[in-house]
């Protein structure tokens, strides 16, 4: 099956600085990476997700990579700011779950430092 | 849009309590939720898909008797934690992706979790 690996476990950032994540995934055909941030206690949002036919994605401050060949996937957060601190999760749906099911890579601890 | 709703939100029961928690999308029909778990500091651990109308799809490990799940319409899911204890608290957090069928393509929306807590 999926298994997806996250790194790193903990970053922690200037505010202003860049942050990435960085992810890398088994399945091949795997075909859809959302990213999710999660606060303390809270429910996990998505902030940003690529399909497979598409290698970047930026949203404001918010961007993704896909490197298809290499099977993994980054997030960029520019101009990083203190609510920027949180947990943040890539997934990956493999496609011989027709229910779009998701496996998640283990989190990444973002502080961003004012 | 894509709001999900799940109750209760914090759960504490002595042993041997079953315990119901819900997981509605309120503004989209959903054929497909899902049931995750989340230890302290830890990732999203997938227990099971929750298929409107049919039997729910377990994750190796988990035990289909012990976390009974329904899904009777297009808009709730229930899982029901059966005579828990200590060792089943944790945090449970549901999901759904709107649509129906198709590929694995569309986002998930998660409810708020609800913090179950054994004694």
């Known amino acids: 099956g999926e298994n997806v690996e996250q790194h790193p476990s903990t970053l922690s950032v200037q505010e202003g600085d860049s942050a990435v994540i960085k992810c890398t995934y088994s399945?091949?055909?795997?075909?859809?990476f959302p990213w999710y941030k999660q606060e303390l206690g809270k429910r996990p949002q998505l902030i940003i997700d690529?399909?497979?036919?598409?290698g970047e994605k930026k949203d404001q401050r918010i961007a993704v990579t896909l490197n298809k060949t290499a099977k993994h996937f980054s997030l960029h957060i520019t101009e990083t700011q203190p609510e920027d601190s949180a947990v943040y999760f890539c997934?990956?749906?493999?496609?011989?779950?027709?229910?779009?099911?998701?496996?998640f890579g283990q989190g990444t601890t973002l502080q961003v430092k004012p | 849009g894509a709001v999900v709703s799940q109750h209760p939100s914090w759960v504490i029961c002595k042993s041997g309590t079953s315990v119901k928690i819900e997981c509605r999308s309120l503004?989209?029909?959903?054929?497909?939720m899902f049931w995750y778990r989340q230890f302290p500091k830890q990732s999203l651990m997938l227990m099971a898909t929750?298929?409107?109308?049919?039997?729910?799809?377990?994750e190796q490990g988990v035990e289909k008797d012990k976390f009974l799940i329904n899904h009777a319409s297009l808009t709730l899911s229930t899982l029901t934690v059966t005579s828990a204890h200590p060792e089943d608290s944790s945090f449970y957090i549901c999901?759904?992706?709107?649509?129906?069928?198709?590929?694995?393509?569309?986002?998930?929306?998660f409810g708020d979790g609800t913090r179950l807590s054994i004694l």
């Open positions: 997934a990956a749906s493999p496609p011989w779950s027709n229910t779009g099911k998701l496996i």
């Open positions: 399945d091949s055909a795997s075909n859809y």
């Open positions: 929750s298929n409107e109308g049919s039997k729910a799809t377990y």
């Open positions: 690529i399909r497979s036919n598409v």
């Open positions: 503004d989209f029909q959903a054929t497909t």
């Open positions: 999901s759904a992706r709107p649509g129906q069928g198709g590929l694995g393509n569309q986002p998930q929306h």
